[in-house]
């Protein structure tokens, strides 16, 4: 969560006010002399909102600077208590585990200045706050007509402002935050002071069931407060521990270059994914095991344009090796019903709120993970320091690739090496000159199948390390985490998989150190050119590629894959069959026996190249 929760502005109307404005200097009038014609003399608004939404229930408290456009949000929903701010300079968060991290990844920050640039009605200034504003015409829904800004404030993004042409309230607001559309609308306009506020506002995404709507209970305004009140705060969690020293390390298993180790929650052992891209969470089967209660229903979102529905809950123990974490939030969400695509279980996972605690050491080569408490990390031996900000839960690294920097999201949680949002992509027109690139699906994430353009790939520099040649997938996406268009992409286990990783959260830092000999299945690539999944009879082919050497032979979406050169597939784990079609060398032939609602039949297929 975020302050999505909120988004204040500011209208009422006024039946002397002109009916037509005719630029936006004239709405931007009319607006400010029907809202409060004194608002100059105003330095500071509290609210207190009833807050319903996403099957939760909740308090809001919101404080804005009037004159600077600083603000804080504290929420109390649900199981979770948040907080969020802008100090003028960053975005910050108080997460609901407790830690506070600044925000100034992906699109955090410009929104953050848009929220304060709306709360203290910025535009009203004869210099617009130093925003950009054009007008898009008055525009009419059904009776009602509407007069419509876009509007782009210094350092933040753009959003449209829909202002009633007849009234002069500010009707709604509609921003793109990361890849969703929020429209967030205000009504039933009340005095509070002398000054009209809307008293209920709804937020949407564009379904109805994660609706979130605020209702006020309180505004007053205050004099000016000190800068302490947007600061962000100094906490120090003290919910974990470590036995027997500063730092525990335990073997993991890399299976589809994903991260699993065993943990244990409530005191009942798990295998779980481990993802710098994610947050801690555990299925729905999982809860009932532990036999604790998720709350609400909020809409979750990664790779494929698809989303899961996902709770909210508390268990009191989480154990890693010898260091143990009390009483964390974990978010509910469907995750097994991946595990048809990883063929292992997938009960839960641990990310964001884990590391935050500890320094992080991911040894690729050794297959080891080690927790460190940040007060016994000594970085002179980590390896070469890449600086990162957040993104809600996730860290990004700025990075060059052929020649172009970009933010990119550090992610353990990836199978690939390194993909391409497509806007990023297409705005550096990153396609050109492939001599040889394939489309198909490369991956599946909570949204479903994830497409991209495949191809071997020019130099990607990260810090000092120059990896030459890498697998690019270029995302062809329509929806999801990859159609970002404020990241450029994502760095995955293919690339991170060279290295001892080590993640200090708390400095906004990852070190880099080139792990000792040869690293195995390194940058290479489907040479079949299926997308398959585990089935009860083996595998279900979900998709083709068209040329590919699986459509060539024969192969078509529906099959179910039986047996590979003769041996059972229920026999042969999913993530092993990839890896063989990757790496067995061009020419080889892999018999696979088919079945479909008419036949059995082996189909031959000769392995090539495909990038």
């Excluded at 709405?27 to 909102?49: F, H, I, P, Q, S």
């Excluded at 804080?72 to 997460?95: C, M, Q, R, Y």
């Excluded at 050119?529 to 459509?551: C, H, I, L, R």
Aim: aromatic letters at 8%.
């Amino acid at each position: 969560m975020r302050a999505t929760f909120i988004s204040l502005a500011f209208a009422a109307a006024m039946a002397s006010l002109p009916a037509l404005a005719a630029s936006p200097e004239d709405v931007l009038a009319a607006n400010k002399v029907a809202t409060d014609a004194g608002w100059e003399a105003r330095a500071t608004l509290k609210v207190d909102y009833d807050y319903v939404g996403q099957g939760m229930t909740g308090k809001v408290e919101s404080l804005a600077d009037l004159r600077q456009g600083l603000w804080t949000d504290s929420l109390n929903i649900g199981p979770v208590t948040e907080v969020n701010g802008f100090d003028g300079g960053h975005a910050w968060a108080k997460d609901p585990s407790g830690t506070v991290t600044v925000q100034d990844g992906g699109d955090q920050r410009p929104l953050a200045v848009n929220d304060g640039y709306r709360r203290a009605n910025l535009w009203w200034r004869p210099d617009r706050g130093g925003a950009q504003i054009v007008d898009d015409g008055r525009k009419t829904e059904g009776a009602a007509a509407y007069d419509v800004l876009t509007v782009t404030p210094k350092g933040g993004k753009n959003f449209d402002a829909w202002f009633d042409a007849g009234t002069h309230l500010l009707s709604r607001v509609v921003e793109v935050q990361g890849t969703q559309t929020f429209t967030t609308t205000y009504g039933n306009f009340k005095s509070f002071d002398g000054a009209m506020l809307p008293a209920d506002t709804l937020v949407s995404n564009g379904d109805a069931k994660y609706d979130q709507r605020l209702t006020v209970t309180g505004a007053t305004f205050l004099p000016a407060q000190p800068a302490a009140a947007y600061a962000m705060p100094t906490t120090k969690v003290a919910d974990f521990s470590i036995v027997g020293g500063s730092e525990t390390t335990f073997p993991f298993k890399l299976i589809n270059n994903h991260i699993y180790a065993d943990v244990a929650v409530n005191g009942k052992p798990y295998q779980f994914i481990f993802d710098t891209g994610g947050t801690n969470l555990i299925t729905p089967a999982t809860a009932k095991e532990l036999g604790v209660v998720s709350q609400g229903q909020m809409q979750a979102n990664g790779a494929g344009a698809g989303h899961m529905d996902a709770g909210i809950t508390r268990v009191s123990s989480v154990q890693l090796g010898k260091a143990t974490i009390k009483d964390q939030v974990f978010i509910v969400i469907p995750l097994d019903a991946m595990s048809n695509v990883e063929g292992v279980g997938m009960p839960g996972m641990i990310g964001f709120e884990t590391f935050r605690r500890f320094v992080t050491r991911v040894d690729y080569g050794a297959g080891t993970l080690t927790l460190i408490d940040p007060k016994g990390f000594d970085p002179k031996d980590a390896g070469t320091p890449v600086p990162f900000a957040f993104n809600g839960n996730t860290i990004e690294a700025q990075v060059t690739y052929d020649g172009v920097k970009g933010n990119f999201t550090i992610d353990t949680g990836s199978r690939a090496s390194l993909t391409l949002n497509g806007p990023f992509a297409a705005k550096n027109n990153l396609t050109a000159g492939a001599a040889r690139s394939v489309e198909m699906v490369t991956g599946w994430g909570i949204g479903g199948a994830s497409r991209s353009v495949a191809l071997r790939g020019n130099t990607l520099q990260i810090g000092a390390y120059a990896i030459n040649g890498p697998v690019v997938e270029i995302s062809t996406d329509k929806g999801g985490a990859f159609t970002d268009a404020a990241l450029a992409g994502n760095i995955g286990a293919g690339i991170l998989k060279r290295y001892v990783v080590t993640l200090d959260y708390g400095h906004s830092t990852m070190y880099l150190k080139p792990i000792a000999g040869p690293v195995p299945d390194l940058d290479t690539f489907d040479r079949a050119g299926m997308w398959f999944n585990q089935s009860a009879d083996g595998y279900a082919v979900v998709d083709v590629t068209k040329g590919a050497p699986a459509e060539t032979a024969g192969l078509k979406v529906g099959d179910a894959i039986v047996a590979v050169d003769g041996k059972p597939a229920t026999d042969i784990p999913i993530y092993e069959l990839r890896k063989r079609i990757r790496n067995d060398a061009p020419g080889t032939v892999v018999t696979f026996t088919v079945r479909n609602s008419t036949a059995t039949r082996d189909v031959k297929v000769t392995l090539r190249d495909l990038i």
